[in-house]
């Protein structure tokens, strides 16, 4: 049982960083579908500030806004996935594509364009850009996307008492996914960036890049897509004729 000393230390933690709080809510929410209401998310990212205040620990040397920062936004994706708006067809695309690029880029030994992957699942370039718009609009992409839905990006963080064995894993996975997007085409590393780490919505990205902002919306994800395909080793998607 926590003391009343530790509670008043939680509620003022809770105090100071409820704008990081309203931030990554507003951040996140350009991302997701007209449904998915602001309250909701800083209803629950202020549980996962809570939940965070609760459990940081100092001494493994993250800063308490950077612990925060990621459970706020994992309590905000919960929320959204619990109302969960994808289609089985959706999921079902994302590894129909992710199985065309890897099939391209098997056969040529480069990265594969679009017009070889449209021409690879037998639909035409405007179809299959159709196709990337309805595969990922409806998504928020995360750990889960990308490596299926046994990683969990919570197991990444410090304090989860993971063990020798687990933080090995921790490094490989991370290791594999830097080399990943490293050898990303130049476009797509640039879109990825622009819109983690710059935080720039699809719009602001396409002025960046003087392209529309629905062709920004194809680079990121194709991107995001290709990334899926290169992870094979961690996400399982090798059969793209399941449900």
Request: aromatic letters at 4%; glycine letters at 10%; proline letters at 2%.
């Amino acid at each position: 049982m926590r003391t009343a000393g530790a509670l008043r230390q939680d509620e003022a933690l809770v105090h100071q960083h409820m704008g990081l709080v309203r931030r990554i809510a507003h951040h996140l929410i350009g991302r997701l579908p007209a449904s998915v209401q602001i309250e909701d998310l800083i209803q629950a990212g202020a549980m996962g500030l809570l939940e965070a205040a609760r459990q940081y620990d100092a001494s493994h040397g993250a800063s308490f806004e950077t612990y925060a920062g990621i459970r706020i936004r994992g309590a905000m994706l919960d929320e959204v996935r619990r109302h969960d708006w994808s289609p089985r067809s959706a999921h079902r695309t994302m590894r129909e594509i992710s199985a065309a690029i890897r099939a391209v880029e098997a056969r040529t030994g480069r990265r594969a364009e679009g017009r070889e992957i449209a021409g690879q699942m037998g639909v035409d370039l405007d179809a299959y850009h159709s196709l990337l718009r309805k595969s990922t609009e409806a998504r928020v992409f995360n750990l889960e996307d990308l490596f299926g839905p046994d990683v969990d990006g919570g197991d990444l963080l410090p304090g989860d008492g993971r063990g020798p064995a687990g933080e090995y894993e921790d490094v490989r996975l991370n290791t594999a996914i830097v080399e990943a997007i490293d050898e990303l085409p130049d476009r797509e590393r640039t879109v990825l960036s622009l819109y983690y780490d710059d935080e720039l919505n699809l719009r602001e990205i396409g002025e960046v890049l003087g392209v529309t902002e629905s062709r920004v919306c194809q680079i990121h994800s194709q991107a995001l897509l290709r990334l899926r395909a290169m992870l094979t080793e961690w996400n399982g998607a090798d059969d793209a004729s399941g449900s």
